[in-house]
């Protein structure tokens, strides 16, 4: 297998961790392959677009290369694959945050919340029959995009492999989506009166 090849002159932890003292281009190398997929899969498990594997991983070697320098790497506690997983694990975490972090995430909570139905709660129908307003006059497509995935509860890949968009891809139907979210908090002011009541 050629992922193997960079390893083949590092066949246990000692020799790797020699080779990533000296700041080897090989062991460097070796260790990223050896590593790479336990982090993507972190990674799509995070929603994390495949782009930024590079990036995370190189991010994590950095951090790694740093410890070990400064002699704050103790082999003894993990071996430096099972380091560089944990370290660019903590590296998607913190992505997954920042992607997260966008101006209609307030809002998408309180979506979730608008549409959760509680039999308790005796206002139910108004509030649906307020975001159905608000909805309709949203209109096509920022309807039905909102609809499937906070009404329906439809995952972006189910709404996908359904048909029930015309999107071909996840990454382009959350862009498409972020911005109708975008329009619908902009119309959520002419409406704040009415929500306030009920």
Same mark, same amino acid.
């Given at each position: ?44 498990? #995070?929603?994390? *677009? !495949?782009?930024?594997? @590079? ?35 903590? &590296?998607? &975490? @913190?992505?997954? !945050? #920042? ?10 909570? *309180? &979506? ?14 108004? !509030? #649906?029959?307020?975001?159905? @307003? ?44 972020? *911005? ?6 902009? #119309? ?11």
């Amino acid at each position: 297998m050629n992922w193997l090849l960079p390893c083949k002159p590092y066949q246990d932890d000692e020799k790797l961790l020699t080779g990533l003292e000296r700041e080897g281009t090989q062991a460097i190398q070796c260790l990223l392959l050896m590593a790479e997929p336990a982090v993507w899969k972190a990674m799509k498990q #995070l929603g994390l *677009q !495949r782009e930024l594997l @590079n990036e995370i991983l190189h991010d994590g070697m950095l951090i790694l290369l740093k410890r070990i320098k400064l002699q704050e790497f103790d082999a003894k506690r993990s071996s430096p694959r099972t380091y560089l997983i944990s370290v660019c694990k903590k &590296l998607s &975490l @913190n992505a997954s !945050r #920042l992607k997260q972090h966008t101006v209609t995430d307030h809002f998408d909570e *309180q &979506l979730h919340d608008f549409t959760k139905i509680d039999e308790t709660d005796h206002g139910v129908g108004d !509030r #649906l029959k307020l975001l159905k @307003n608000m909805l309709e006059e949203l209109g096509a497509p920022c309807r039905e995009l909102i609809e499937l995935k906070y009404l329906c509860e439809l995952t972006d890949d189910e709404q996908i492999e359904r048909g029930l968009t015309l999107f071909k891809n996840a990454n382009s139907l959350r862009v498409r989506r972020s *911005q109708c979210m975008k329009k619908l908090l902009a #119309l959520s002011d002419k409406y704040k009166l009415s929500y306030a009541q009920l």
